[in-house]
């Protein structure tokens, strides 16, 4: 049975193609949850743990929870689609930082100081006619 009063902020989160809808759900936690180091993320129905493969992506999807010292008051909920894994990281934790900033505000300053806030926009260059690649021409011979 679904709850139609949970109360939650939602942002989008972007890197490359990659979209990430993120809902920070402020409900308290089960009991059991309360002393875990791992915050709570879902990532497409699927714990965040079992989601990202590696440690490494692990740790950018709870940065922005942990450099704004809530990584256990909130339960995160995202559904992200588009581009490689490490993007979609990214793009959780841009998500996760601005819906933070809903919440509160005064946490701007060192979410931007990390760069959580910034959009990455950096995207593959088109491939051009005539060319091989974006920028690779075809061999040139004198003779």
Known sequence: MAKTDN???EAVGRRKTS????RLFAENLPAGKAGTSSPDILVNNKPHTVYFSTASLKKIA???LKSARIENAYRV???ISGGGIHSQAEALRHGISRAIL???PEERKSLKQLGF???DPRM?????FGLKK?????QWAKR
């Open 117 to 119: 806030l910034k959009r």
């Open 62 to 64: 709870e940065e922005a």
């Open 19 to 22: 979209v990430a809808r993120v």
């Open 102 to 104: 809903k919440i509160n």
């Open 7 to 9: 109360r939650y902020f």
């Open 134 to 138: 974006a920028r690779k021409a075809p």
């Open 124 to 128: 593959k260059e088109r491939r051009k």
């Open 77 to 79: 909920s995202a559904k």
